[in-house]
């Protein structure tokens, strides 16, 4: 799917500031800040406490008052809640579920034109909230997508490949249809699963922006190229008007020199067609 979407906000800014929200086992904020500076652009974060009611409601404030100053919104990896049962996410998705925490969600998508990502467990938690595929925060239905146990059965650490499916977001604006990246995944539930129907929509619509590929770049069934058993081999989703994105795979970790003894390049393109359309 080769047609891109708008790759630049209507409003934007010289110095944007992406806000990184800290929950309670989330664990790639170190890494997902030094992506974002490698953009020259500035990061916020904000620790989620909750410690007790009251400090709850403190955060709520505090992440309130963030996103205000913010033109993305980005959900970092991890194991939110001690990787919580029936759904990793679903903790990060009922605290951004908050009327006022969702009121700025809404206004930084609709009023503001900005962006939200999210990888790994931050893009569990935009499925959790509809933001993945509807662009927006909805009720969960039936024919929704969700990302399900690994078909392995176990939690997964290791490399693969993937390849540029869609530039229909402008996360993706700095990529061509066709790319092969070798990126990182450590997950435990990153299985993307829907009905035939709904993967051939998401497929018409560009909204699946990479898959897991073989040696031959082509889209791999469950095997060790495709390890979680993602439907369509899908590993990386957004939204219609393409600015909520989501994927398994953890760019922000692809770091050079890092990784001795498999074929992982620096790649901060994802982040950078993010700070180019907001700045």
Same mark, same amino acid.
Request: proline share 4%; aromatic share 8%; net charge neutral.
């Given at each position: 799917y080769t047609?891109?979407?708008?790759?630049?906000?209507?409003?934007?800014?010289?110095?944007?500031?992406?806000?990184?929200?800290?929950?309670?086992?989330?664990?790639?904020?170190?890494?997902?800040?030094?992506?974002?500076?490698?953009?020259?652009?500035?990061?916020?974060?904000?620790?989620?406490?909750?410690?007790?009611?009251?400090?709850?409601?403190?955060?709520?404030?505090?992440?309130?008052?963030?996103?205000?100053?913010?033109?993305?919104?980005?959900?970092?990896?991890?194991?939110?809640?001690?990787?919580?049962?029936?759904?990793?996410?679903?903790?990060?998705?009922?605290?951004?579920? =908050? &009327?006022?925490?969702?009121?700025?969600? %809404?206004?930084? #998508?609709?009023?503001r034109d !900005?962006? /939200?990502? @999210?990888?790994?467990?931050?893009?569990?938690?935009?499925?959790?909230?509809?933001?993945?595929?509807?662009?927006?925060?909805?009720?969960?239905?039936?024919?929704?997508?969700?990302l399900d146990?690994?078909?392995?059965?176990?939690?997964?650490?290791?490399?693969?490949?993937?390849?540029?499916?869609?530039?229909?977001?402008?996360?993706?604006?700095?990529?061509?249809?066709?790319?092969?990246?070798?990126?990182?995944?450590?997950?435990?539930?990153?299985?993307?699963?829907?009905?035939?129907?709904?993967?051939?929509?998401?497929?018409?619509?560009?909204?699946?922006?990479?898959?897991?590929?073989?040696?031959?770049?082509?889209?791999?069934?469950?095997?060790?190229? =495709? &390890?979680?058993?993602?439907?369509?081999? %899908?590993?990386? #989703?957004?939204?219609?008007? !393409?600015? /909520?994105? @989501?994927?398994?795979?953890?760019?922000?970790?692809?770091?050079?020199?890092?990784?001795?003894?498999?074929?992982?390049?620096?790649?901060?393109?994802?982040?950078?067609?993010?700070?180019?359309?907001?700045?």
């Open positions: 047609r891109r979407a708008r790759i630049r906000s209507r409003y934007p800014v010289a110095k944007p500031k992406v806000l990184l929200p800290v929950f309670f086992g989330t664990n790639c904020e170190y890494d997902a800040e030094r992506a974002w500076n490698a953009c020259n652009v500035s990061c916020e974060t904000v620790v989620i406490n909750t410690q007790s009611e009251s400090e709850v409601r403190r955060s709520i404030v505090r992440l309130r008052d963030a996103l205000r100053q913010a033109q993305i919104l980005f959900l970092s990896g991890g194991f939110s809640a001690a990787d919580e049962p029936d759904g990793s996410g679903k903790f990060i998705a009922a605290f951004l579920r =908050n &009327p006022l925490i969702q009121k700025e969600i %809404v206004d930084l #998508l609709e009023k !900005g962006l /939200v990502g @999210g990888i790994c467990n931050g893009f569990q938690a935009l499925v959790q909230l509809g933001l993945l595929p509807h662009g927006r925060i909805t009720t969960i239905g039936e024919h929704d997508p969700l146990y690994n078909r392995a059965g176990r939690h997964i650490s290791t490399v693969v490949r993937t390849r540029v499916s869609s530039t229909l977001s402008p996360w993706f604006s700095e990529y061509e249809v066709g790319q092969v990246h070798r990126l990182p995944i450590s997950h435990g539930e990153g299985r993307f699963t829907a009905d035939a129907d709904t993967l051939n929509a998401l497929a018409e619509a560009g909204q699946i922006a990479s898959q897991y590929v073989d040696e031959h770049n082509v889209a791999a069934p469950f095997s060790v190229d =495709n &390890p979680n058993g993602s439907l369509y081999a %899908v590993e990386a #989703l957004s939204s219609a008007d !393409g600015k /909520v994105f @989501g994927r398994m795979a953890h760019s922000e970790r692809a770091v050079s020199e890092l990784y001795r003894n498999a074929p992982v390049s620096a790649d901060f393109g994802l982040f950078k067609g993010a700070a180019n359309y907001v700045r």
